[in-house]
């Protein structure tokens, strides 16, 4: 590599906050992991060859990070290696093996943001852990990430030398909205009023509580997938503006006056990948809008997903703004490991990641996250067919395990009321 190419490239307003909280948290919060279960003869040399060569392809995966800017890793840093390994533990003892590279804080001042391992329980049988740090990616990123190794190691593996087409600079990107100057009017008139929202228990975190999650299930059975889908088409909005509505009537809350109100502010995660060079770049392209919404008490089920798919949709009209800048427009400040405007995102119509390596079967095994980056989120997958599946990861430094349960419950129930034919009287 050549050293220097990139010396002093700036980071966007995302990689900064994002370097920020994790080095005053002390946590690998925005850490990534995959973990990949291997059935066959796996070529190591030859998948950390591609691994090496995916990593040369991106400047932001082959570059370290420190005092708000990135560099061009130099011929003294080292491509992150396969550390290969055998363990008798079967697949518990492969993964707990594997976890150090994703549970273990990156030094990304003097590394890149890549870690990656490979553990045999038997011959045929592997796991493979790889871990990109945010400042680097984001999913679509990792899904991009997985399929040039999957081309680079089927190249290699062939005696061929792999073709990938250019790399888009993902730093380009990040200078140009540094330069930008951002018009917040319209989120200066959108959240006026929006308060930061405290966290929901008034009791400190135990010290075995602090950093860590609840999880609970939230998967949809097959009636509840069906009304969901039909409602959506009634309403003429998206599968996940009824998701979403269902969480913001579970966590809003009633304003008060002679005609009492609902309202709630939930955070929305976004894409920025609206251009085929965009689509192609690896780097965290991802925005998280606060999404106010407000309704009558007497709405109806399609009256009340309406109201909240427009309000998505006016959010998504302003999303290239930063969500840095965005606070700045509501006139208030980001604390470290907090997310003022909302405590509650949702996060819907997730993909799950795919590696496809020649001559091998790779199945995905998930890695539950142990810290939160956000109080509350609440994730939604689905494809077109088949239920909804969905996840709420909840900090305990935010709320209680009881907290957590009142608030799946809670949605459960806005979501069957959400369902039934008639509805009225929601506040």
């Known amino acids: 590599m050549t050293a220097g190419l990139l010396t002093g490239r700036p980071l966007s307003d995302m990689q900064l906050s994002m370097l920020a909280h994790e080095t005053i948290g002390g946590l690998p919060i925005y850490t990534m992991p995959l973990c990949f279960e291997i059935t066959g003869a796996v070529d190591a040399p030859a998948l950390e060859a591609a691994l090496h060569l995916v990593v040369r392809r991106h400047p932001v995966l082959r570059s370290t990070y420190a005092d708000g800017r990135a560099a061009e890793a130099t011929d003294t840093v080292p491509l992150p290696a396969l550390g290969v390994g055998i363990v008798p533990d079967g697949a518990d003892g492969a993964i707990a093996a594997l976890a150090r590279l994703w549970e273990t804080p990156m030094d990304l001042a003097t590394r890149m943001p890549v870690r990656a391992g490979l553990v045999s329980v038997a011959p045929d049988r592997h796991f493979l852990g790889l871990a990109v740090h945010h400042v680097a990616g984001d999913s679509w990123s990792l899904a991009l990430f997985l399929?040039?190794?999957?081309?680079?190691?089927?190249?290699?593996?062939?005696?061929?030398?792999?073709?990938?087409?250019?790399?888009?600079?993902?730093?380009?990107?990040?200078?140009?909205?540094?330069?930008?100057?951002?018009?917040?009017?319209?989120?200066?008139?959108?959240?006026?009023?929006?308060?930061?929202?405290?966290?929901?228990?008034?009791?400190?975190?135990?010290?075995?509580?602090?950093?860590?999650?609840?999880?609970?299930?939230?998967?949809?059975?097959?009636?509840?997938?069906?009304?969901?889908?039909?409602?959506?088409?009634?309403?003429?909005?998206?599968?996940?503006?009824?998701?979403?509505?269902?969480?913001?009537?579970?966590?809003?809350?009633?304003?008060?006056?002679?005609?009492?109100?609902?309202?709630?502010?939930?955070?929305?995660?976004?894409?920025?990948?609206?251009?085929?060079?965009?689509?192609?770049?690896?780097?965290?392209?991802?925005?998280?809008?606060?999404?106010?919404?407000?309704?009558?008490?007497?709405?109806?089920?399609?009256?009340?997903?309406?109201?909240?798919?427009?309000?998505?949709?006016?959010?998504?009209?302003?999303?290239?703004?930063?969500?840095?800048?965005?606070?700045?427009?509501?006139?208030?400040h980001r604390r470290p490991g907090s997310a003022p405007l909302f405590l509650h995102v949702v996060n819907a119509d997730t993909e799950t990641p795919r590696l496809r390596l020649s001559g091998v079967r790779s199945t995905l095994r998930p890695v539950t996250p142990k810290w939160a980056i956000f109080p509350a989120h609440w994730e939604f997958s689905w494809k077109a067919v088949g239920n909804i599946r969905g996840v709420l990861q909840v900090s305990a430094d935010a709320f209680t395990a009881a907290q957590a349960r009142e608030c799946a419950g809670r949605f459960r129930s806005n979501l069957t009321r959400l369902l039934a034919a008639e509805m009225k009287g929601f506040s």
């Open 147 to 332: 399929e040039e190794l999957g081309t680079a190691y089927g190249a290699l593996r062939g005696g061929r030398v792999p073709v990938l087409p250019p790399a888009p600079d993902f730093f380009a990107h990040a200078a140009e909205e540094q330069s930008r100057t951002w018009d917040l009017t319209w989120w200066r008139e959108r959240l006026d009023g929006v308060r930061p929202q405290p966290p929901a228990r008034t009791v400190p975190p135990t010290a075995d509580e602090q950093g860590a999650l609840h999880a609970l299930g939230l998967d949809l059975d097959a009636t509840d997938t069906r009304g969901v889908r039909e409602l959506a088409r009634t309403a003429r909005v998206s599968p996940t503006a009824v998701l979403f509505t269902a969480v913001s009537l579970a966590v809003g809350h009633t304003t008060g006056g002679e005609t009492t109100s609902g309202e709630s502010t939930v955070g929305l995660p976004v894409v920025l990948r609206d251009t085929q060079e965009l689509q192609s770049a690896m780097g965290p392209l991802l925005n998280t809008l606060p999404v106010r919404t407000t309704w009558r008490p007497d709405a109806s089920s399609v009256e009340l997903v309406q109201a909240h798919g427009a309000a998505i949709d006016a959010a998504l009209a302003h999303k290239d703004v930063p969500y840095s800048r965005i606070l700045k427009a509501a006139g208030t």
